[in-house]
Each structure stands twice: as C-alpha cells, then as structure tokens.
C-alpha cells in the first residue's frame, strides 16, 4: 500500500547534499481497499437512508454515517501524505472510524433496526477493513526508519 520500491539519488548542487527519494507504490482509483472503503461507505448511507425513512431512527444512523462515510474520507486523505508519519497518522484515524462504525452497526444490529443479516455483512466488511488497515499499519511504520524521503 505505500511502501519505498526504489530509492534515487538525487544531487543537490547548491548545497552539495544527497536528497534520498523513494519511489512509493501509488494507490490509484482500482485499489481495493479504496474500492472497498467507497462500497462500504455507500451501503452503510442507503442502509441508514432507509432506516431513517422506515423507522424515523436519526441519532445512531447520523453517526454511522458520520463514521462510515470517515473511513475512505481518511485514507483518500493519505494518499496525499506528505511523509510516513502523515500517512500512519491518517490511516489511524481511518481505523479509529473503522472501530466506531462497527460500534454503531452492532448497536443497530442488537436494536434491531434493520435486518441481521444485512447487518452481518456490513460488520463482516468493516472487520476486513479494520485488518487490512492494521496490516498497513504495522508495514509503514517498519517503513518509518528507512533512508528516504517521502514524496
């Protein structure tokens, strides 16, 4: 997910300095934690959209949404980064939204506002995203302490 491939060296003549540069994977718009993060986010908005509609529920709904809608907002927002330790920090918030949501789809789920099953998938989308955050986690800060410059 970001990761130095490849380091350059660049020569800086005016102060006569090596720059380290590393080539960073790029996530572009097929990535499928970007995929999975944008699906994720529009099915919790017509789940609570729903919800909202049928049962006049608005509380919990607006904070899931709030939370859900978070999550790919986080990561969108890392690819952006402007070092290792902007990136691990955008993607913790990520995971933190990530935990918050699946707080308030199991709350939805024990009060019985929407259908268990339809629940079940969601809680089971949000567990693989807080995973693959945490994987991503754990890899970039690995990364954190190797000779570059993020671009």
Do not use: H
Not at 5 to 18: G, H, L, P
Not at 89 to 103: G, L, Q, V
Request: with cysteine; charged share 30%.
């Amino acid at each position: 997910m970001y990761q130095c491939n490849s380091v350059t060296v660049y020569q800086r003549k005016i102060f006569d300095i090596q720059v380290y540069k590393c080539t960073l994977t790029d996530m572009t718009s097929d990535s499928p934690l970007r995929e999975k993060t944008y699906k994720f986010a529009s099915q919790v908005v017509i789940l609570c959209k729903k919800i909202q509609e049928d049962q006049r529920e608005y509380i919990l709904t607006k904070q899931l949404i709030k939370s859900a809608t978070s999550v790919g907002a986080n990561l969108e927002e890392a690819q952006q980064a402007e070092s290792r330790k902007d990136f691990i920090s955008k993607i913790s918030i990520s995971i933190k939204e990530a935990y918050e949501s699946r707080y308030w789809l199991r709350l939805l789920r024990d009060a019985k506002y929407a259908e268990t099953s339809e629940l079940e998938k969601l809680l089971s989308d949000i567990q693989e995203i807080i995973v693959i955050f945490g994987a991503s986690i754990n890899t970039a800060k690995k990364n954190l302490n190797k000779t570059c410059v993020d671009s």
